[in-house]
């Protein structure tokens, strides 16, 4: 059976499928404390668990409601791959979305991620025509804080101790934007 797969451009990244040759770059962000410190896996993350992943997301449709498709961000002027963003189209209405991003670290800090995002939200709001996108991070999480309002997304929300994560109730702060503020 054929699938189809997603490939999105910015000026200086593809957003493409992962590859299985990505998995020794995967598992070694991944494996970075202050990559992983926010994020759902815990460390080391080996590369039979890259591959492993990575293998999970073969044959994956984009936009299936309620589940993540998950995209490897690759440097177009060296062919690295410097990180991943993810979207799942919720299940409830199928207009709404919610994404996930990470980079690697010495890839932090030239606007990557703010390319990315803003990539993502273009898809989603002018492809997808969905009618609101929603991001949550730890508010401890500056920099995941900080390219969510720099893409002009809402503070919309700070629960309180509203998610049980790596055994510690956290806080979730909640982002938003609505198709007519994109
Ligand atoms: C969240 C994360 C992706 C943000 O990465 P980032 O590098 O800070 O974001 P960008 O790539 O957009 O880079 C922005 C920085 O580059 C600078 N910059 C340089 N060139 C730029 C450009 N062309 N456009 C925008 N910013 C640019 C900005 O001024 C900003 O610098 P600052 O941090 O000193 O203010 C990153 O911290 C990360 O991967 N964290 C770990 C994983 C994680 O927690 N993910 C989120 C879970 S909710």
């Not at 080391?44 to 997301?57: C, D, G, H, K, V």
């Amino acid at each position: 059976m054929s699938s189809f797969t997603l490939k999105l451009e910015t000026p200086r990244l593809l957003l493409r499928e992962f590859q299985i040759s990505d998995k020794i770059a995967f598992a070694t962000y991944r494996s970075a404390p202050e990559i992983a410190k926010y994020q759902s896996w815990d460390i080391p993350y080996s590369e039979a668990q890259a591959a492993a992943f990575i293998e999970s997301l073969q044959n994956l449709t984009p936009g299936i409601l309620g589940e993540w498709y998950q995209l490897a961000i690759e440097l177009k002027s060296t062919g690295e791959m410097i990180g991943d963003c993810a979207f799942c189209i919720l299940a409830d209405d199928g207009k709404q979305a919610e994404i996930g991003f990470t980079l690697a670290r010495q890839h932090q800090g030239k606007g990557y991620a703010t390319e990315t995002v803003t990539c993502l939200l273009n898809y989603l709001f002018k492809q997808q025509k969905l009618h609101r996108v929603r991001a949550n991070c730890d508010p401890e999480n500056i920099a995941s804080i900080q390219l969510l309002e720099r893409v002009g997304m809402r503070r919309e929300g700070h629960f309180i101790k509203s998610l049980w994560f790596k055994n510690n109730w956290v806080d979730e702060l909640w982002f938003a934007m609505l198709h007519d503020e994109f």
